[in-house]
């Protein structure tokens, strides 16, 4: 168990629709990443919170937004999906800012769009 | 832009053998780099990870890698491979610039009775 949780565990919704994804970071760690792992693309950086502020922009197309609340929990939307958005999404947190820190990953939220 | 290349995408060895799975790198500045390993249905799990401290890394689970600057690899060993050790391995670098970790396609290990 790494600390990180994530919710829900699965989500299945129809194109078009409008979702949340839900991330708590380990206690004391003040950043968050979002991670898509697909298929063919691999695993893909999304975006970088840092204790609330937006840190790095990664893969992440308009119809997605993220943001990170005071208590450093974090929310990626996804908004009028597609099929293809059918993905594995992870949260990953660390105690700083800096790449050279340690990233634990959650267990992910798997998101079946019909 | 920095690139990861994980050579084979499944490698399968004997219960016993030494594992060999192999990380290229490229990245203008000396790089950060990192092993991860996804059990099934799971997330990613730290192995280990290189910031330019001792070239030969120790991690968990008797893991080690070596970072080599000249043939920019910092391939993943495992002396003895065990049952447990099967899943997929995810080499990933953060270089130029501090930038986010780039992760390569991953290496699925098989292990054989």
């Known amino acids: 168990d790494s600390g990180v949780t994530q919710t829900p565990k699965h989500l299945i919704t129809a194109t078009g629709q409008r979702v949340t994804l839900r991330c708590s970071p380990r206690?004391?760690?003040?950043?968050v990443y979002w991670y898509q792992q697909s298929l063919d693309q691999g695993l893909q950086f999304l975006i970088q919170y840092y204790n609330g502020e937006e840190r790095a922009k990664g893969n992440i197309l308009e119809r997605f937004s993220a943001q990170q609340f005071p208590d450093l929990h974090s929310e990626l939307n996804l908004s009028s999906l597609e099929l293809g958005d059918s993905a594995l999404y992870f949260c990953?947190?660390?105690?700083?800012?800096?790449?050279?820190?340690?990233?634990?990953f959650g267990p992910g939220t798997r998101l079946t769009v019909t | 832009a920095q690139s990861v290349t994980q050579l084979g995408s499944h490698v399968s060895v004997s219960e016993g053998a030494l594992v060999l799975l192999r990380c290229n790198y490229s990245?203008?500045?000396?790089?950060?780099l990192f092993w991860y390993v996804q059990y099934p249905n799971q997330g990613l799990q730290l192995l280990l990870k290189y910031t330019s401290a001792a070239t030969l890394v120790k991690g968990i689970n008797g893991f080690e890698a070596e970072f080599k600057k000249s043939e920019t690899s910092f391939h993943l060993t495992k002396p003895s491979a065990h049952m447990s050790d099967a899943a997929e391995y995810f080499c990933a670098v953060s270089g130029e610039g501090n930038t986010p970790l780039v992760f390569g396609k991953g290496t699925r290990l098989s292990v054989i009775a």
């Open positions: 206690s004391g760690d003040l950043s």
């Open positions: 990245s203008s500045v000396p790089p950060y």
């Open positions: 990953a947190s660390s105690v700083g800012g800096s790449y050279s820190y340690e990233q634990y």
